[in-house]
């Protein structure tokens, strides 16, 4: 099974900051990378597929970036509707994996 | 609105059983793959089990294997999960999703349920 990390476990950050999340896979997975948003009591939240690609309809600050095991998604001027949790899954191959995931806090 | 719902959580002792229920609307449910995903209290999601547009290829997790099984009924626009032989471990929200793009499998999750709460304990 292919191993997905990330890291910070979580980032405190004001509105405005700029923030990077990385996120690690235990062998190649080309440009097979999602990343999903979730806040409390919600399901997760598409915004990025195929390591960089915006899915429609996400706000343009957030981007994604890398290929083959290194990954970053980087939220470039924080809003107060994006503190809420991130989490990477790699979907190249079965059986599909998330990283553990990193919540974004208000500082 | 594309949208699916899930139904059927339950609090079930432990060897017990349970199905669980994903409706669709708003898209054409026959030509996507649809996958289960769950998350356990505290958790991070952990991928369940997926199945192709037509019902022909499943993929399960190991962690389910044997005890899980998937369907659908594209005439009624309903996504199953028959869960047998329940464990502790297996408490979580079970949340039902379709893939971005048709049977594709490498492009992630875009419509997600609201999940529904199996909990399993005497």
């Known amino acids: 099974d292919i191993q997905m990390t990330q890291s910070p476990s979580s980032v405190s950050a004001s509105v405005g900051d700029r923030v990077t999340i990385t996120c690690r896979a235990s062998q190649d997975i080309s440009r097979w990378l999602a990343w999903y948003q979730q806040k409390p009591g919600k399901a997760p939240n598409l915004l990025i597929y195929d390591a960089s690609s915006l899915r429609s309809g996400v706000p343009s600050r957030f981007s994604g970036s890398g290929s083959g095991t290194d990954f970053t998604l980087t939220i470039s001027s924080l809003q107060p509707e994006d503190f809420a949790s991130y989490y990477c899954q790699q979907t190249t191959s079965f059986p599909l994996t998330f990283g553990p995931g990193t919540k974004v806090e208000i500082k | 609105e594309v949208q699916l719902l899930e139904s059927g959580g339950a609090l079930v002792q432990p060897g017990g059983s349970l199905r669980l229920s994903c409706a669709a609307s708003g898209f054409t449910f026959s030509t996507y793959a649809l996958t289960w995903v769950r998350q356990a209290p505290g958790k991070g999601p952990e991928w369940v089990s997926i199945l192709s547009s037509g019902g022909d290829t499943t993929y399960s997790a190991d962690s389910v294997k044997g005890r899980f099984t998937i369907s659908r009924d594209n005439s009624k626009n309903t996504l199953y999960l028959q869960m047998n032989s329940l464990r502790v471990a297996d408490t979580a929200v079970y949340y039902c999703?379709?893939?971005?793009?048709?049977?594709?499998?490498?492009?992630?999750?875009?419509?997600w349920g609201q999940g529904t709460m199996v909990t399993v304990s005497s």
């Open positions: 999703a379709k893939y971005l793009f048709g049977d594709r499998v490498h492009h992630g999750f875009d419509i």
